[in-house]
């Protein structure tokens, strides 16, 4: 089977950077699986894409040395099974708050005897290979976003939970949870001080930790903090901020 290039990094400990695309495009799909990410996720939570479009979407990614992950739409078992089996090489899961939560998302990542997910991996055997059956459970990688205050309460009880590869900090909705506004985060702030506590007990843990950053350069000092997967912005916001940009160099300003 077609080995998942962020085992590896994790393994090595190792920066891993992930693209995030929100636009429906399997040509910007493309093009993102070639700019240099580690992995590339397809958002269907919040992107403007459903299912058809992720597909195209996972097809164009798997013909770039990226890793085509998702953000599944919400912890519900069968959507997750559609989109491994479409090709998903991980899934990024919103609002999981429990260790119990957590347990649903593994055991719609694998098969039995370890999870409950359902056989027929159709376009996810054409991108892993032959033996995919085999060897999925090892290569797909659940990942619970970590983003209300009871998962901040609960933290310790989900990063005890046997067989979870990552957690991924969603500090925007974690701001609404803790009466702050997103993107609004400050040294002192509760939310600044959620993230650190996530971090320092997923350390402790030893387990790897992700996050949403809203720039570059934010994405810069997280991997200096301490997280090993980050994410610089999506395609959205990268975009339009280029065409602002070439919008006052082209007025001189």
Known sequence: MRPNKLRRLIAERRPIVCGWLAIPS??????????????????????????????????????????????????????????????AYGVICPMVSTADDVRALLSACRYPPLGRRSFGPARGKLYGGADYFDHADEAVMAIPMIETAEALDNIDDILAVPGLDMIYVGPNDLALELGER???????SKTAKAIAHILARANAAGIPVGIFCASPELARKRLDEGFQMVTPGNDFALATGAMASAVKRSLGQ
């Not at 997103?182 to 002192?188: H, K, Y």
Request: aromatic residues 4%; proline residues 6%.
């Open 26 to 87: 399997s040509y910007l799909a493309e093009g993102a699986g070639h700019s240099g990410y580690d992995c590339v996720a397809v958002d269907l939570q919040h992107g403007m894409i459903g299912f058809e479009a992720a597909v195209g979407m996972m097809q164009a990614i798997s013909a770039t040395p990226a890793v085509p992950i998702v953000r599944a739409p919400s912890l519900e078992g069968h959507s997750i099974m559609h989109l491994l089996d479409a090709g």
């Open 182 to 188: 997103p993107s609004a985060e400050t040294e002192d």
